[in-house]
């Protein structure tokens, strides 16, 4: 493709899916697959080997909705070399609610990667309620009505001055997004 030599890697959700998964994938919602490609080698000498190309997700289901395809026109390594708390906390990660677990047939790989997070960040007290992890990004219908009315309450509590430091986080994540505000404020009135 465009004069590269490709590398293709497949990835099969649907073989070790819990049934729960099973079944939005079979109704569509869901991919069943995931394909990854990277570049093995470049003519032109412009694009590394190992940098990634494409990644297309797929369905094995006909009239899924769960198909789409992102094909990256270049590349660029971060600057500095990440570690994964460096990772962790570019990503908004601070606390686990819960200590990592792995499934029996880990890779070791994985079970490395789980007490390798579970080391970098202290799980919190299991005891008690924990105030929901606000998700800034997510899109999926029942996290978005979790958040708002999750926004609601906070913005309540705010105002009579009895907000709790969770609340207080959430405000600060509507005051610095035009995209939180909006939905705030379109769901005022609901």
Sequence with gaps: VDGLILRRFTLDFYADASSSLRASMLNGQMPTDMEVYDVAADPSGQRASGTPYSVKHTSRFEGSTAISEKIFKSFEPLAEKLTLSSVLARFGVTQLANKCTVPPNATQNMTTLAAEVHAALSPVSVSGRHP???????????????NVKALHTAKY????????????EAMLIV?????WSWILEQNEDA
């Excluded at 998700?135 to 979790?146: C, G, K, N, R, T």
């Design 132 to 146: 929901r992890k606000m998700q800034p990004f997510v899109e999926v219908a029942s996290e978005l009505v979790a």
């Design 157 to 168: 509590h705010d105002a009579l001055g009895n907000a709790s430091d969770a609340e207080k």
């Design 175 to 179: 005051s610095d997004s035009p995209y």
